[in-house]
Structures are given as C-alpha cells and as structure tokens.
C-alpha cells in the first residue's frame, strides 16, 4: 500500500451568521450584544467625522456604539468606503466586526457558537487510505484542529489523535487553513 494519499478533500468553514459580541452590558450586564441588521451611524463635527457600528444587547435590547473611527478628516476617508458606511454595506459590516484590532479597541471578543458550519463531502470509504484532506477557513473561525476533525469524520477526538497527521497541532486553535492525512484504522 502506497504512503502517499489517494484522495485529497476539499473542507469548508464558512460563517452562517455573524458572530455575536462577547461584551457586558452596563444595564443589564449580560454578556452577548449582536448586530442586528448591521447598522453605522456617520457623524460629522465640523471637517471631522465619526464611524461607529451599533450593536444591541441580546437580553435587554440597548444599543452600544462600537467605535470604527473617530475624529478622522473626511478627506481621508475613500468615497467609496464612506458610501459603505452611509449605505450600511452587509459585507463592510462583516469586515468591521471580524477586524481585530477594532475588537481589541473597543474590548470584545466574538462569540462563534452557532454561527459557522463545516461543509465536507461525505463520510470516507473505507478501504482506501490514506486521505488527505485539504481545510480552508472563509471567516477567521477559532476552532481547535482535533475537534474539527473529529466531528467532521464522526471519529472520538482519541481516535483522530491516534489516525491523524497533521501540519499544525491538533490541541491548539487556530483561525487559518491546514490539511491533514487520515490513515487507516487498526
């Protein structure tokens, strides 16, 4: 039997919804906020605006403002970014949430549950191994390696230790692609 793979698999982590934010409310103090339909608020004080995304608490519905940029020349800004930002672009909104170094201005983490989905083909065939399997995230997804496998092939994370090779470590999240090789069960 031949080492090298017989079948390389294309993996998908794609994002379902956005995430939601991991920040606590000065009411109520819950923890989750979400963007609803992905709204920005421009505001102008004289040659200098403002951008911020607004974001509403999951429990008690109060808006917050996350700051995107603020007290920038409106020179500075290109036309067709300042027109995404008037006309609430979905795919500027994204991009504004995912970036993280606006997270970490604005102190909140993204919350992933339920918000992405692994897109394989079907299950593996037994009797043809080893299979290589090619992972490509769309979204920066934190995920850990071994319980992705895991629920991707139906394995226990004990099994996918065991038949598993793989180009980054399993036991650490990663955000970014890698691949792996399945190889045969004893």
């Known amino acids: 039997m031949s080492s090298q793979p017989h079948i390389v698999l294309p993996w998908v982590v794609r994002r379902t919804r956005l995430p939601l934010l991991s920040s606590r409310c000065v009411d109520c103090g819950s923890e989750s906020a979400t963007t609803g339909e992905g709204r920005f608020r421009v505001n102008a004080n004289g040659k200098l605006l403002h951008v911020w995304l607004?974001?509403?608490c999951v429990s008690c519905?109060?808006?917050?403002?996350?700051a995107v940029?603020?007290?920038?020349p409106v020179g500075s800004f290109d036309r067709a970014l300042l027109d995404g930002y008037h006309t609430n672009d979905?795919?500027?909104v994204a991009s504004t949430l995912?970036?993280?170094?606006?997270?970490?201005?604005?102190?909140f983490t993204l919350d992933w549950k339920?918000?992405?989905?692994?897109?394989?083909?079907?299950a593996l065939v037994d009797g043809v191994w080893p299979v290589r399997v090619e992972v490509v995230f769309e979204d920066p997804v934190p995920i850990r390696p071994d319980w992705l496998i895991a629920h991707g092939l139906?394995?226990?994370r004990n099994e996918v230790l065991r038949r598993v090779k793989c180009d980054i470590p399993l036991r650490r999240t990663t955000v970014a692609g890698f691949t792996f090789t399945v190889t045969a069960g004893d």
């Open 61 to 66: 519905d109060r808006t917050v403002k996350i």
């Open 69 to 72: 940029y603020e007290r920038v």
């Open 114 to 122: 339920g918000a992405w989905r692994l897109d394989a083909p079907p």
């Open 98 to 107: 995912l970036d993280p170094r606006i997270a970490r201005r604005n102190r």
């Open 154 to 156: 139906g394995f226990s």
């Open 90 to 92: 979905p795919e500027l």
């Open 54 to 56: 607004l974001v509403r």
